[in-house]
């Protein structure tokens, strides 16, 4: 016997008997009974309150803590309110369990009371589209967006629509659409480098290694940590494009779509990667993968020692790090914070050229960035029939 069973065995029989239980399992199982705002229509419930998540974005949040809570999102919905009497617009950020099985949300939609927009990475929705939870927008990026004047398809006012197109799930829908983009790059300490007489910011691989090792021998500063993992992740995917770049073209043998072959240009899928590993790209036959990750464990001795646990915002903010590769989500600590005492700047990871290694292009090292707030229109929107009423918001928002 489960948990489960075994709490409803002994909650009903030994306690309250089986007729008492009867009203609470209505409650656990009718969770789409009708909520502040809503009204009957046609069988169904329409719902006068859009609920949103706009992650970072929701009024009264601090993002890191520093500076005035965020209110402009709140301005827009007020206004959207004002053209639309009798509409209302709720934040309700979702819950992150801290998994990335996204339980919470799960549980919401198949519940149907999830909240009708949310924030969500377009990949992490893929793997349900099939069960109904998100409502593609392909037709109504068609449309006019009516904010937009002489707008005829609202896709077409998007800056980067190959970034948005980009998002468009394996049968082809597009489930969402970014409303920004973040961008990584190593932030220094100035004051640090000033101290070690490093004047000059390495422009190659070969003398950002060099730069690590000054700080290493020569101070006790921590020379080089990444947020998030970064490292091991996309300092992979960037010393992997820098190291397979010429060879790339002939890599890519699935051609993207065309609508986004701007963005994912010589992306490689899935089943690329699987066929090029059956010819031994990938693994020890492969020079150049060896040498990759020959580079990468060279790199791991200039960084922290412990990572997994470890606070790297911190470090670098307490001047016991050197140099911190992060995001543009902490630009916002560094120029408002009141704390920071020491001067800073913002790099990119250097070229990788021949004096490292003989299968360097000499091309610049890839930028990590991409789509940030992808903000999708849940089962909700049908459940409540209140889709046309988020199609509008999101046309005024965007």
Known sequence: MDFMQRFFYGFSLRNWGMAALL????????????????????????SNVLRVDLNLYTPGTIPMGIGEPNRIAEDIALEWEEMNPGKRIRFQQIIQPGTNEGEWLKTQLIGGVAPEIITQNAEVSWMDVDKGWYVPLDEFLERPNPYIPGNERWIDSFTNQALVNSKRAPDGKLYCIPIDIVETGVFYNKTILDELGITELPETWAEFIDVLDTIQRESNYIPFTAD?????????????????????????????????QEYLGHYLDPQEAGFLFSKGFFTSRDPRWRKMNEMMLDWRQYQARELKNSDPIRLFLTQRLAMYWSGSWLIRRMAT??????????MYLPKLTEETTQFASGTEATVIGGAAVQLHVTNSALIKDNLEECIDFLMWLS
């Open 23 to 46: 009203p609470l399992l209505a409650v656990l199982l009718l969770p789409g009974c009708a909520q502040e705002g809503d009204r009957p229509t046609g069988g169904r419930t329409a």
């Open 228 to 260: 998030l993992n970064l490292a091991s992740d996309w300092g992979m995917d960037i010393l992997f494009e820098m190291i397979y770049h010429d060879i790339l073209p002939y890599m890519d043998l699935v051609e993207a779509d065309a609508n986004a």
């Open 337 to 346: 914070d009141p704390y920071i005492d020491f001067e800073w700047g913002i």
